[in-house]
Nanobody, 112 residues
Framework: QVHLVESGGGLVQPGGSLRLSCAAS????????MSWYRQAPGKERELVAT????????NYADSVKGRFTISRDNAKKTVYLQMDTLKPEDTAVYYC?????WGQGTQVTVSS
């Protein structure tokens, strides 16, 4: 049974940083591309970043490029999202995703 558990969200001031984690279980983690999505109130869920199974290739939404970094530790079955220079428009629930499976999400709020 696939299980994804996000953590690390919270309230941060503009310009601050957060590191999200997504702990995975129930599948061969090292074989799958992993993704982070986010959904702001009243908006569609959007793709934030992806990372290939080995971590050798990453992709980012234009809105976060240069500020966010996705990474993974296959030994720990965990994918991370380092978020720097946060802006109020980054406020959203952040989800990790593999194939058709989603975590429960973690809230990120950027506000002074």
């Amino acid at each position: 049974q696939v299980h994804l558990v996000e953590s690390g969200g919270g309230l941060v001031q503009p310009g601050g940083s957060l590191r999200l984690s997504c702990a995975a279980s129930g599948f061969t983690f090292s074989s799958y591309l992993m993704s982070w999505y986010r959904q702001a109130p009243g908006k569609e869920r959007e793709l934030v970043a992806t990372i290939t199974s080995t971590g050798g290739s990453t992709n980012y939404a234009d809105s976060v490029k240069g500020r966010f970094t996705i990474s993974r530790d296959n030994a720990k079955k965990t994918v991370y999202l380092q978020m720097d220079t946060l802006k109020p428009e980054d406020t959203a629930v952040y989800y990790c995703e593999v194939h058709i499976y989603w975590g429960q999400g973690t809230q990120v709020t950027v506000s002074s």
